[in-house]
């Protein structure tokens, strides 16, 4: 099935660095969402965009809904060791159904 | 209150069985979705329902694939004559409504096809 296309694929970081990635798209979207992913668990909805250029804030966590609509960003600040997981990008334009980015595996070494 | 819950948490199966993967959504949520993870891949959609009703099931990848839900609630999906291809996770999300950006996961059920 049709995925976006996210990077980097994985990351290890030293805790207490700033992590970016990002994830594209072919397709126009109009909202996009960030989710994590812990082992054996399902994932947990993070931020949520809806308007291109939009910024949003959860805490340490920041996303950008790209201008083009094709794009959006995810970046955490002072990362600690229970950020690690796996980060999914998902995308919709407009109905139920949600296309999932490929993920990136977040590694923070303490 | 309860999340959504799948169960079983863990499935083996030899090819050829028959499986069936249970999802109970939040209570009230009216929309439900099934998705299929494999290793170090993103979720692929699979299907979704909208009260009892999938308006949609493209995403089922093949004949072999059944999902339902009775009473706007339980949800099963089931694969016939499973092959080791099917060997995933299945996540099963609820939202309190069909287009809400509020998707609640379940912990998955990991299937391995022998």
């Known amino acids: 099935g049709q995925q976006l296309n996210q990077s980097p694929q994985s990351m290890f970081i030293q805790e207490g660095e700033d992590v970016s990635m990002n994830c594209t798209s072919s397709?126009?979207?109009?909202?996009w969402l960030w989710y994590k992913q812990d082992p054996g668990e399902g994932p947990v909805l993070l931020i949520a965009?809806?308007?291109?250029?939009e910024l949003t804030s959860n805490g340490r966590l920041t996303a950008q809904f790209g201008i083009t609509r094709k794009d959006s960003f995810l970046n955490i600040s002072a990362s600690i060791p229970s950020d690690v997981g796996i980060y999914f990008c998902?995308?919709?334009?407009?109905?139920?159904?949600?296309?999932f980015g490929t993920g990136t595996r977040l590694k923070v070494l303490a | 209150g309860a999340g959504v819950s799948q169960s079983p948490s863990n499935k083996v199966t030899e090819k050829g069985k028959d499986v069936e993967l249970r999802c109970d959504p939040i209570?009230?949520?009216?929309?439900l979705y099934w998705y299929r993870q494999s290793l170090g891949q993103g979720l692929e959609f699979l299907i979704y329902?909208?009260?009892?009703?999938?308006?949609?099931k493209s995403g089922l990848p093949s004949d072999r694939f059944s999902a339902e839900r009775t009473g706007g609630s339980v949800s099963t999906l089931t694969i016939q004559r499973t092959q080791q291809e099917d060997s995933a996770v299945y996540l099963c999300?609820?939202?309190?409504?069909?287009?809400?950006?509020?998707?609640?996961f379940g912990p998955g059920t990991r299937l391995t096809v022998t």
């Open positions: 999300a609820s939202s309190p409504w069909t287009g809400s950006y509020e998707q609640y």
């Open positions: 998902a995308g919709t334009s407009g109905t139920y159904k949600y296309i």
């Open positions: 965009l809806y308007k291109a250029g």
């Open positions: 329902f909208q009260g009892n009703s999938a308006p949609d």
């Open positions: 397709s126009i979207f109009n909202t």
């Open positions: 209570s009230g949520h009216t929309a």
